[in-house]
């Protein structure tokens, strides 16, 4: 039976990168896996994909196929291996990896040399996230912030074995897998899977663990104190390594990550390291000019408002607005001058504008120039 073409078991095109042909493959090792798919041709297409993705996967085997196709691999002295195609001419291909990312080690290679790899090697722990609300100033300042969260924490009793009186497990051998044999249309094949004596640990115990339950694992309720940096901003993590869930078989605990969420404050607003506030004004101090005090995160600074400002218009305070540790550079404070039209006049202020409405306020370009388009 003639091969087919690699790329095209897999379904992806010549030029696809390796997460897509990772991801190809994955998808039809869940679809064809024997001990999933009962189907007759099941383990010929599992098998023809374990094929395509042990060449494909590997840089110089690809170069090779890309450049010569299946002769690539063809043993000019016959082929020994047999098999469904003529022989595995990549049989030291190790799938464990793989296949402990899609079957979460309950599966090994199927008739394709394959890992001995099982559940009882060492796993780091889960990571935890977790979110923490500060104030604004908090952000910009820095703080300390103490934080209770229940972990998951290897248990002291039976450090973390979950039993006592360890021994090798007879089933397996202390491998953690057991081989189990076939029979199908290519003959007979073999699969690897979990021992469910010792659920894949390679040992067993002559007790469980009564504190665990036999998980090595306990809940447990930790404090910390978190250091917050001046100048974090919104949606900023921080990780402390070891500070996740325990690990399983003496592997290393994950880590534990801080969520940042600043909460808006009443007048100020971020962009960066830059801090931004609306000042309200009249327009008196816009037009006569004025000197205002104002308040910026580093104190209070005074502004002069040039005569004949406009509304909405940002001035500058250099070097006033958020230091961050991880910037070269201090922001900047801005101040938008906001306009404010006096809802309620008294009769004199009425007279006082209507008096300076008969100065030909018009004259001014911008109103000249709007005046002429208008027409």
């Not at 196929?65 to 001419?89: I, V």
């Not at 801090?275 to 309200?280: F, K, L, N, R, S």
């Amino acid at each position: 039976m003639a091969k087919r073409d690699y790329y095209e078991v897999l379904g992806v095109s010549k030029d696809a990168s390796e997460a897509e042909i990772k991801s190809a493959f994955r998808k039809l090792a869940k679809k064809y896996h024997p001990d999933i798919n009962k189907d007759a041709d099941a383990p010929e297409k599992f098998k023809e994909a374990q094929e395509a993705y042990a060449c494909l996967s590997d840089k110089g085997n690809r170069e090779k196929y890309d450049k010569y196709g299946h002769s690539a691999f063809e043993n000019p002295y016959g082929n020994a291996g047999g098999g469904a195609y003529g022989g595995n001419p990549f049989g030291g291909f190790d799938f464990g990896d793989i296949f402990d990312e899609i079957f979460g080690g309950g599966f090994g290679s199927f008739g394709f040399g394959g890992s001995n790899k099982s559940s009882n090697r060492a796993r780091k722990g889960n990571d935890i996230v977790y979110a923490i609300k500060l104030d604004f100033e908090e952000a910009v300042y820095g703080c300390e912030k103490d934080i209770e969260l229940e972990v998951e924490d290897k248990c002291d009793e039976c450090s973390g074995k979950g039993g006592h009186g360890e021994a090798t497990c007879h089933e397996c051998g202390g491998s953690g897998t057991v081989i189990r044999q076939m029979n199908t249309i290519l003959g007979a094949v073999q699969t690897r899977a979990t021992c469910s004596s010792c659920n894949g640990h390679g040992v067993v115990f002559e007790s469980r663990c009564s504190k665990c339950k036999g998980s090595g694992k306990v809940k447990t309720k930790k404090t910390y104190t978190i250091d917050i940096p001046r100048g974090i901003d919104n949606g900023e993590q921080l990780r402390m390594s070891g500070k996740g869930m325990a690990g399983t078989n003496g592997g290393p605990n994950g880590d534990l990550y801080i969520e940042i969420r600043v909460a808006p404050h009443e007048f100020y607003t971020r962009e960066g390291n830059d801090v931004y506030i609306d000042m309200p004004v009249t327009i008196t101090d816009l037009a006569l000019g004025c000197k205002k005090e104002v308040k910026t995160i580093d104190g209070m600074v005074e502004l002069k408002i040039k005569e004949g400002t406009q509304p909405d218009d940002i001035l500058r305070i250099k070097g006033k607005g958020i230091d961050n540790p991880d910037s070269w550079k201090k922001g900047d404070f801005y101040v938008r001058l906001k306009l404010i039209i006096p809802k309620n006049l008294s009769r004199k202020q009425k007279n006082l504008l209507e008096d300076l409405e008969k100065t030909n306020l018009d004259d001014e370009t911008e109103i000249k120039k709007f005046a002429r388009f208008n027409k």
